[in-house]
């Protein structure tokens, strides 16, 4: 059983660090990974807000980056206390320990409710919306003992297995990971499930701005949060084409355990649970084929290799400076469409490891860098 109180580390940030990590964040060709590798090179957002249009040209852009503005970031923070929610950020304590181990954790997550949910091993419940009865009963049996045994449960807020999972979990602890903003829940019908869970002992997590509306592609996004959070994924009922697969295929990348629950084969519903136990998923058909794999993986420390951390007070960070005109087309020129590693980058050129780094920097600020799973990267082509 995990402990009931996990360790919490890292360093919090000041207002005016908040105010830079979300504007650089907000601002254009700024994903997580990019946002990681600009605080390793610079040292600070506010150092890499105010290089953000130096990288653009270097890298070959013609067009002026939009970088958020203080006035936009203050606004945001605004509208989050307003409602009740705050920022969080990777090296923070209340951050989820598990999701920011992984490659491209969000710098940022916007949380409302009991931070305390955040800090226990979790869970992953996930599976159909359109559930058969005993499909949505076992989700809520699994996710009532292992909420009893000390984890946090999370799930994705949606109808059907996500939905069962939440309500049999809110005396113990859930959270509800979020396609769009924390102020625009989907689905509707489930409004008043998600106010029982952040005003209880429940979490909701979402790495979008407030008012942003979740469209489709934001839901491998909000996948991928269940995943990171998550210790092991429990898969209920999932079509062959399907979001939970998702989860589960992201579970199995971040080394997270997978299991599936078996169901009909003449239940279109049980197809895709059913491929994963042909993959490998473990089987599972009573909450302690979970908690005895688990078991071994919540005394693991997850809360040591912050990524994406400032220094505190006024210690200066040095940034590698510009590599010269000849080495950079030499970067450039190695690239194609093809994905490689970084690593290969560095053998082929023979340069030093920070200057390619820092060109794929420039790159990517510039919107020619591709990456791609794995840590792969390739260049877009320009005309």
């Known amino acids: 059983m995990p402990e009931p109180g996990a360790r919490r580390t890292g360093i919090a940030l000041n207002d005016r660090q ?14 997580p990974a990019t946002f990681r590798d600009l605080i390793n090179h610079f040292g600070t957002a506010e150092t890499a807000l105010a290089m953000l249009p130096e990288l653009s040209r270097r890298g070959g852009s013609t067009r002026a980056i939009r970088i958020a503005t203080e006035a936009e970031a203050e606004q945001e923070l605004e509208i989050a206390a307003r409602f009740g929610a705050r920022f969080l950020g990777i090296g923070e304590p209340d951050y989820p320990p598990a999701l920011r181990q992984i490659d491209g954790a969000p710098p940022l997550l916007a949380v409302k409710g009991d931070l305390s949910a955040a800090n226990l091993p979790a869970v992953g419940v996930v599976g159909s919306r359109n559930a058969s009865i005993s499909g949505a009963k076992f989700a809520a049996l699994m996710a009532r003992d292992i909420g009893r045994a000390g984890y946090t449960i999370i799930s994705g ?75 092991g994924v429990v898969v209920v009922e999932a079509a062959a084409r399907s979001g939970s697969l998702i989860t589960a295929r992201l579970a199995g990348d971040f080394g997270r355990l997978v299991f599936a629950v078996p169901g009909s084969p003449l239940d279109p519903r049980c197809e895709g649970t059913n491929g994963l136990l042909k993959d490998g998923a473990t089987v599972t058909t009573r909450p302690d084929d979970v908690l005895q794999a688990l078991a071994p993986l919540s005394q693991i420390d997850l ?4 990524e994406a951390e400032e220094p505190a007070g006024d210690a200066q960070h040095q940034p590698t400076p510009p590599p010269s005109d000849s080495d950079r087309a030499h970067i450039t020129d190695a690239l194609g469409p093809t994905p490689v590693e970084i690593d290969d980058i560095v053998r082929h050129t023979g340069l030093a490891p920070a200057a390619v780094y820092l060109v794929l920097l420039e790159l990517d600020i510039a919107g020619r860098l591709h990456r791609h799973p794995g840590g792969l990267v390739s260049i877009a082509m320009m005309d």
């Open 18 to 31: 908040r105010i830079s990590w979300l504007r650089l964040i907000r601002s254009d060709n700024v994903g």
């Open 303 to 306: 809360l040591s290799g912050h």
């Open 157 to 231: 807020l949606a109808r059907g297995i996500d939905t069962a999972a939440h309500r049999a979990s809110l005396d113990t602890g859930t959270i509800a990971a979020m396609a769009g903003g924390l102020d625009k829940p989907y689905p509707p019908e489930n409004i008043e499930l998600l106010r029982e869970i952040w005003d209880g002992r429940g979490l909701a997590i979402s790495e979008m701005p407030f008012g942003w509306e979740a469209r489709a592609r934001d839901f491998p996004r909000r996948n991928r949060l269940i995943a990171g959070v998550s210790l």
